[in-house]
């Protein structure tokens, strides 16, 4: 399973960089202070980071790492680092990477037929779709082949029924990879397909949420026999499992920064930032000269500074065939518990300005971003499933007990999910 | 371990673990603590340097050579095999002794000291720690006053690793608040170890005092007259040599505690299968990924020479130092009773950590050098 493809004569890495540097300068507007987080935060509905991608499209400096047939610039890695560094002073659509990019997109891009690639992946690319994911349940997130959420044939269409939560950004998106249980009468992890799903139809209805930060970003959608075309399954029928598993591999990638689909500084999940903002913080509250506030921001720098070099570490260690893919999870928990430690950092930085600030005072985000710290140790599977994983996976210690080990899933307990609120 | 070895490097490595193997196994660790009064065997670290532990940082021209082209990089593989079997002799500061020797001495001292220390017949050692912030700029340091062309050092440098069979120190000291580097024979009259108590089992620490030793123009490192950029390459160094000793001591751990796991059994089953003691192991899984990653990082960025250097020494230190004693001590809890006693191995490591985690540089100094280097004010 290819993820990458070079065109014949790749253009190394200093001249494209070169080449990106002006190409920025000349066409990408400036940060101007505000980071790309503020950014997608005032674009609610994602007007403005299509608009972004649109120009990064239009430029080549758009999907990079994707193959050129599928409306990508069939670069590596290497490339798509540089890019990202060069792209550091100018607006990025960086809300695009994830999911839609780097966990749909690289998942289309691994299992799609060349129908559904072509059709799909130069959109993704240019901004004009926007994916996201349809996987937890009301009934259960960590238990993602529990799903209850059916689709049953007839003839060449599925109905969709059921219900999806904490899909992130569902009410701007354009289509979902949407998890379903197309045979009850099997274990669990043999009845699930994937399909591609078109949000904005009828039988879909949308719900926001609203996050403890006051934010509606999540959303629950109810499927009330929503029609899909046999064309629009992902994998094959019944083995979405194995579908759903490589894409928890690109979630695990893209979360922990190791995905080449990544581009744009800021992008990955919660907590990391760029390196001078709790400077900034500090200067603004006049705590910089504090030797302990000073302490703090190097213990950030550091965390942030060994997480880059974990994950270049795994991402080797995973190429060799040292360890398995799954150790994905290392870096994706490293990732979260620093999150949870930078939020510390944050708190602490902050001072009186955490509790109370001035009307519009520029700290009042960090403040608010306080009362999400667990997203990113949830979001993308618990910190507690990537310790199961590494545990059993990487050290190879005995599995858990499963009482629905081998038990066709209609006999397995597990909870319902709810029917639309009227 | 990097991930990258190159087949000669690979070989190096698996030469140096088999030699310690067999020469130096843990059990023989313990022994030598009680029978080598300086806690190592002279013979036995002849033998190393002739492997190449003493020459991998000196170049070709003063009679070293390194495996790769790489010299500190072979270094970490032989710091982190020790680490891994909290092996004995002055590893440490015989290497940064004879860097600064090949990197910045005069062809009189680097032709004078180097051939005694790369054969192991003589052992030198940095002097650096005199206190509390020792390794940053304006930290406590010798004193030296001019005296015609030369030098008077007067005050105390402790704790220094290997003082009591130490030939050569190389001092740091002050001279109106600027760094000097000044190589001084310990025969020199004035100059007097005196031995302190050390919590590892075979790395011997002393303090040197320095009673108003006078020292003569011939003996400034380089002749150089501020030692500030010497002393951060060789700080950079040392720093890096501990990492890689730390994170193979805490992966070597992580092993054996987790074979032990699979093997005792509790309420019928093995430790192995309880999650939340799986748990843990994961959580020490990233801790030891995350040390051996950021050890070869900057091991790769000193090596070169690279302009975040230090920065990424320091944060390699302070990340690693900061939870290695925890760590050890959750392998402790997770081995249970037996884990606390004098015959399990886990306390020879917890007595390494300790003592690496505080010299050349706490994790709390280590932030502040790089806090330093990000510019956020003066000490
Ligand atoms: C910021 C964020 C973004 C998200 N984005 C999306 C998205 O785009 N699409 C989507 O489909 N979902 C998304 N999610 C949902 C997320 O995947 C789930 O919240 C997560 O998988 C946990 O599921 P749950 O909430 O049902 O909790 P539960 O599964 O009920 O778990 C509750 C607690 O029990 C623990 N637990 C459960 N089972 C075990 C076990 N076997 N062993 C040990 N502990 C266990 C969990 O770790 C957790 O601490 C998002 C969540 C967040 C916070």
Known sequence: MSTESTTDAAEDVESFRLRARAWLAENMPRIEGKSNADIAREDENGVYARKLQKILFDGGFAGLCFPVEYGGQGLSLAHQRAFTEESGPYQMPTVLNIPSLSILGATLLDFGTEAQKKRHLPKLISGEEIWVQFLSEPSGGSDLAGLVTKATRDGDIFHLNGSKIWSSGAFRADYALVLARTNPEVPKHSGITVFILKIHQPGVEIQQIKMATGANEFCQEFFDDVPIPIEDVLGKIDDGWTVASRLLFHERDAMGGGSPYLSGQGQRGHGTSNRSDLIELAESNGTLGDPAIRQLIAEAKINETVGEQLTARTATAIKQGLVPGTAGSIPRLYSAMTSERRQEINLEILGTAAPVWEPGAPSRQKSLDYLMRQGGSLGGGSNEMQRNIISERVLLMPREYAADKDKPFNEVLHNQTPTRPR | ?379
């Open chain 2, 1 to 379: 371990m990097d991930l990258e070895l190159t087949d000669d490097q690979g070989l190096f490595r698996e030469t140096t673990a088999k030699f310690i193997e067999a020469t130096c196994p843990i059990d023989t660790v313990r022994e030598w603590s009680e029978s080598e009064p300086h806690g190592f065997n002279r013979k036995w670290w002849s033998q190393g340097a002739e492997l190449g532990w003493t020459s991998l940082l000196v170049s070709e021209e003063h009679g070293g050579g390194s495996v790769s082209g790489h010299g500190l990089l072979d270094l970490i593989l032989v710091a982190e095999e020790q680490g891994r079997r909290v092996t004995p002799g002055p590893l440490l500061p015989v290497n940064v002794v004879a860097a600064a020797l090949s990197e910045f001495g005069t062809s009189e001292q680097a032709d004078r000291h180097l051939p005694g220390l790369l054969s192991g017949e003589s052992i030198a050692t940095w002097c650096i720690e005199a206190g509390r912030g020792s390794i940053l700029p304006g930290g406590p340091r010798l004193q030296a006053t001019k005296d015609g062309a030369g030098y008077r050092i007067s005050g105390v440098t402790a704790p220094i690793e290997a003082a009591d069979v130490a030939d050569l120190f190389l001092a740091v000291a002050d001279v109106d608040g600027v760094p000097i580097h000044v190589l001084v024979d310990a025969a020199t009259p004035g100059v007097v170890v005196s031995e302190m108590e050390s919590i590892d089992f075979v790395r011997r620490h002393g303090a040197v005092h320095f009673n108003d030793v006078s020292i003569g123009a011939g003996s400034l490192l380089g002749g150089v007259a501020d030692a500030s950029e010497q002393i951060d390459r060789l700080l950079d160094l040392a720093v890096v040599i501990q990492c890689a000793s730390m994170s193979g001591a805490i992966d070597q751990v992580l092993g054996f505690t987790l074979e032990y796991a699979f093997d005792r059994y509790s309420f019928g089953r093995p430790l192995a299968s309880y999650q939340a003691l799986k748990h843990r192991f994961a959580d020490h899984k990233i801790f030891a990924e995350a040390s051996l990653a950021t050890t070869v990082a900057a091991a790769n960025a000193v090596d070169a020479r690279a302009g975040d250097a230090s920065e990424l020494a320091s944060t390699a230190k302070a990340y690693i130092a900061q939870s290695v004693t925890s760590e050890l001590h959750d392998f402790v809890q997770l081995t249970g009773g037996i884990g606390t006693t004098w015959d399990h191995d886990l306390h020879l490591f917890i007595r390494r950590a300790v003592q690496e985690r505080a010299l050349l540089g706490s994790p709390a100094d280590h932030r502040e050098r790089i806090a330093l280097i990000l510019g956020l004010g003066a000490a």
